[in-house]
């Protein structure tokens, strides 16, 4: 796992304004290049660099200020980076000026960024980068020799994508025992991958007996396979945590005795924003050990309990204690088994949830019930959301009306899935009408809803001309020939636009489709049986009255 990789699983948020693109650093050096080589109030007032004095300055800019606002970003994230853009901008204008005041009156001497632009140090140490590999003690010694530099300024490091035997975690044992005061961030995400259990587990020992007594803000130990042994290995690391903000245990086989064990070794989760579990296989006991986490998590922004085998039992005791949770902005509760009537528990907690702006309740098996009351529920409250995905939850056109009802009331709503349902045209239809007047809309996902041209049309209609969007999936569907050919006509602009329809199949028809026909063909056999059987009957009488008629001879 790459540093970007390590950042984006800490920082879940998939609407942000950090990092920039490269396209738009780019033009940010360009324009920074034109303002201190062209004519300006700052310019005239002290002097103006040459094209390419400006253009080499503009660059050191630019990466002093990215920089500056990168470290901000990390040491006091905000969710979607706008302090840090902000940040990033004054950077550029006061280093700008700082330039420009500083150009020497003689032709002869440059000035240089580092005159007026602090050196910044180093707070991020990563080991975690290139292909997963082994590590011993003779490249331990080598690899952790900057965190043994006298004054570093570490305060967060990554070990992840390296296996550390027992050799080589007695190197980083003592280094780490030695910096543990100023550190913040520890991600030892799958750092024993291959080894057998014995020695896995003296590693994790090792690591946890060193960070002892530390006070970190965040912790991850994904990907460890941990149990029930792993999480009491790193007991030392745990119960010495008393201001941690995020914590990950993610594909760790946390079971019902794992997710006690975290429960009985955390001391305090009072200060807990993102806490994540995901891909275990926790089950409905161990739910009720993570609900006992979560009510003493007051602070809870961001919380993921997905593809955890959580069954309906389980989740209506998880969904209660979110009710307690007054500042979530993001739940990922995707991939269990609540069935309806957990749905009907969390639209009580939803109606609570004021700071909502990402929810996931794909394969929950919510049907119509459950859908129709958490939509209900979401539409009075979490008026800035911007993430709504309900993917596989066998949802019909039934429930249509609600869904549209909530949708039309999000006009921040920027992510829309609802694919893997059973809303058909009608549906379809609903739900693009709720977001004809959704100017942030970004992606709609209505693929494998038993979708025809109708529906289809009107969705791309709806979503085409929003200056923000981007992707229209209406894949996997029963659109006809003509209708692919009527989407590909509408979206001849912007092709980019359309998902693939490969999957789509134009004689496909639903259950309900061959059902209506097997009642017409039943009527149409009963009204021939009703008719033949009226002949008969007319055929009966006038033979009797044959019968009955006197010898006319």
């Known amino acids: 796992m790459d540093a970007t990789t390590a950042n984006s699983q800490r920082r879940p948020f998939s609407i942000k304004l950090w990092p920039p693109s490269e396209n738009t650093r780019k033009m940010l050096v360009e324009r920074m290049t034109n303002n201190l080589s062209s004519p300006t109030i700052f310019t005239r007032k002290y002097r103006s660099l040459s094209k390419e004095e400006g253009a080499k300055n503009a660059e050191e800019i630019e990466d002093a200020a990215f920089t500056i606002a990168n470290q901000h970003y990390e040491k006091e994230p905000d969710g979607d980076g706008s302090s840090a853009v902000q940040l990033y901008a004054r950077e550029c204008s006061k280093l700008i000026l700082e330039i420009l005041k500083k150009i020497p009156k003689s032709e002869d001497k440059e000035i240089s960024i580092s005159e007026v632009v602090p050196t910044v140090q ?21 690899l952790l020799k900057p965190l043994k530099e ?4 570490y305060s967060k490091i990554c070990f992840s994508n390296r296996s550390f035997s027992i050799d080589a975690a007695r190197i980083a044992g003592p280094i780490l025992a030695a910096l543990k005061d100023q ?3 520890v991600d030892l995400s799958d750092f024993v991958a ?4 014995a020695e896995a587990l003296d590693v994790m020992n090792i690591f946890s007996e060193a960070l002892e007594g530390s006070n970190l803000k965040f912790l991850n130990l994904s990907d460890n396979a941990l149990g029930e042994k792993g999480v009491r290995a790193f007991g030392k690391l745990l119960q010495s945590q008393t201001n941690l903000e995020e914590l990950f245990l993610m594909n760790d086989g946390i079971s019902q005795e794992a997710a006690n064990a975290v429960s009985e070794l955390v001391p305090s989760t009072e200060k807990l924003k993102v806490l994540h579990f995901h891909n275990n296989m926790t089950g409905d006991e161990g739910a009720v050990a993570i609900a006992e986490i979560v009510k003493r998590s007051p602070l809870l922004e961001d919380f993921r309990c997905s593809s955890t085998r959580v069954g309906s039992e389980g989740g209506i005791v998880l969904c209660e204690a979110l009710g307690m949770c007054s500042h979530l902005k993001k739940l990922d509760l995707r991939d269990n088994m609540f069935g309806p009537e957990v749905g009907l528990v969390l639209c009580k907690a939803l109606s609570k949830h004021e700071n909502l702006t990402e929810i996931y309740l794909s394969y929950l098996n919510l049907e119509d019930e459950g859908a129709i ?8 409250s979490a008026p800035s959301l911007a993430v709504l995905e309900m993917t596989g939850n066998d949802i019909t056109a039934e429930a249509a009306s609600a869904i549209a009802s909530c949708i039309a009331a999000k006009q921040l709503l920027a992510k829309l899935s609802l694919s893997e349902n059973e809303l058909k045209d009608e549906g379809a239809i609903q739900i693009a009408k709720a977001l004809e007047g959704h100017s942030h809309l970004i992606e709609v996902d209505m693929s494998s809803n038993t979708l025809r041209r109708a529906g289809a049309r009107v969705l791309a209609q709806t979503v085409l001309h929003k200056d923000e969007f981007k992707l229209l999936n209406v894949n996997g569907n029963f659109i006809s020939e003509e209708g692919v050919d009527e989407l590909k006509e509408i979206f001849k602009k912007s092709p980019e636009m359309l998902a693939s329809l490969e999957d789509n199949d134009p004689e496909g028809e639903d259950e309900d489709d061959e059902k209506d026909e097997e009642k017409e063909s039943r009527d149409e056999g009963k009204d021939v049986e009703d008719e033949l059987e009226s002949k008969l009957k007319n055929l009966d009488v006038k033979q009797e009255a044959i019968l009955d008629t006197p010898d006319s001879n």
Not at 122 to 142: L, M, P, Q, V
Not at 194 to 197: H, I, L, Q, V
Not at 373 to 380: C, P, R, Y
Request: charged content about 40%; glycine content about 8%; cysteine-free.
């Open 122 to 142: 180093e707070t991020f140490f990563d080991i975690s980068k290139g292909k997963r590999a082994f590590i011993e003690a003779e490249e331990a010694e080598e």
């Open 150 to 153: 006298p004054g570093n300024s």
């Open 183 to 185: 550190l913040k961030e």
């Open 194 to 197: 291959g080894r057998n259990e």
């Open 373 to 380: 009351a958490i939509a209900n529920a979401l539409k009075d």
